[in-house]
């Protein structure tokens, strides 16, 4: 069953007690690691120069390339006799991490995934299918125990198999699903060649999607395809996995668990905190862990803090939704661009599909975006076509300040991927 809702509610002041005790306790179970001893010793500093939430500035930040140089144990503040688990990341962008878990961090990253499943309006009663991969990614194990102990009828489906899916969908009377948000548009095109239609021939009422960077325009989009509520769900291994931030029923900003992290924005070059309620990089301190406590984890991800109250009444945080990471953007002609801007231009054509490919090159030091679409549908009506291509370009050069080139393709001719989608192919040559 789901366990501590009192949690849930926390008021400010509450959530601010627990963190100030539950950071003091980690950074005691960090200085059981040779990494962080040393990093202690540079600032000559010890578990008890930390007295107040504010103390927290003076630690050191931890980041991905400390991982990958403290793989695959170093990084272990308990007897690994006492691990259980171990997850990697998926590695996106380079070589894989490695996250290990005690028995009780397990417990708690159950509990942080069923309270965000209950916060949706998910039940016991509900049957929830889930469209992750198992295995080494985390968005498998992570909803399967989090659904479980919400206690949900759980399908642990796991990836690809579209048709089966669909299958298991009708046939179990699927109510609640994640996938990847890339992944819920594939289904409804099959579902659709297959001759359904999921509000007719389903009793989906619930998506959870994330894992990957998506735009409100697609959310809105898989909601109206699918007939169903679609929340955000934001998590990475290092944090455990999904479970750390969640959007409620009012669907504005995602609540991050503050009982189990503490949250930052810095400046990505400065390191300094980003005035409130701009963007900058989620920094997340884990205070709930004990075979692998982070602090200051630089996460790579772009958000900011949403200003005022959630109407819903937790106090907790509210993330905005990710920009994207600081890895994934483009510079071009001396331009920073998301691939999310480019998305939510696209999302507003309702001509279009929802698979998209940006392509940079570069030509006689000339540098080149094209952007391929996928139609919804077949069309050989040129004239209009030509007219789409030419209003799609306007609307991208507005958002994004240069011109790319705009190419209408036919639905599915795309690269498909079973994990998170790649939306950007750099082919750019260095020049020296
Ligand atoms: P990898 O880092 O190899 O992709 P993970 O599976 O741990 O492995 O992915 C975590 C990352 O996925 C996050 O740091 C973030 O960049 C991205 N991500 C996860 N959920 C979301 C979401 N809801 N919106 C945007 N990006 C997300
Ligand atoms: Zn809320």
Partial sequence: MYLHPEFEKLSRSEIEALQLERLKKTVRQCLRTEFYRERFAERRMTADDIRSLSDLRRLPFTTKQDLRDSYPFKMSAVPLSEVVRLHSSSGTTGTPTVILHTQ???????????????????????????????????GGLGFQYGAERLGMLTVPAAAGNTKRQIKFITDFGTTALHAIPSYAGRLFEVMEEMGLDPRRDTKLHTLIIGAEPHSEEQRRRIEQMLGVKAYNSFGMSEMCGPGVAFECTEQNGLHIWEDYYIVEIVDP??????????????????????????????????????????????????????????????????????PIQIETVLMQFAELGNDYLITLTNEEANDLMTVEVELKEF?????????????????????ILITPVVRLVAKGSLPKQEGKAVRVKDLRKTLI
């Fill in 104 to 138: 009780k961090d397990l417990d708690e990253w159950a509990n942080a995934v069923a309270r965000c499943l209950y916060m949706v309006g998910l039940r016991p009663g509900d049957i929830f299918q889930n469209s992750s991969g198992y295995g080494m990614f985390t």
């Fill in 269 to 338: 070059v400065t390191l300094e905190p980003v005035p409130e309620g701009e963007v900058g990089e989620l920094v997340l301190t884990t205070i709930n862990r004990e075979a692998m406590p982070l602090l200051r984890y630089r996460t790579r991800d772009l958000t900011r803090i949403l200003p005022g109250a959630c109407p819903c009444g937790r106090q907790h945080l509210r993330l905005d939704r990710m920009k994207g990471r600081s890895d994934d953007m483009i510079i071009l002609k001396g331009v920073n661009i998301f």
């Fill in 379 to 399: 069309s050989d009506d040129y004239p209009r076509l030509q007219a789409l291509t030419r209003e799609i370009t306007r609307q991208l050069k507005d958002e």
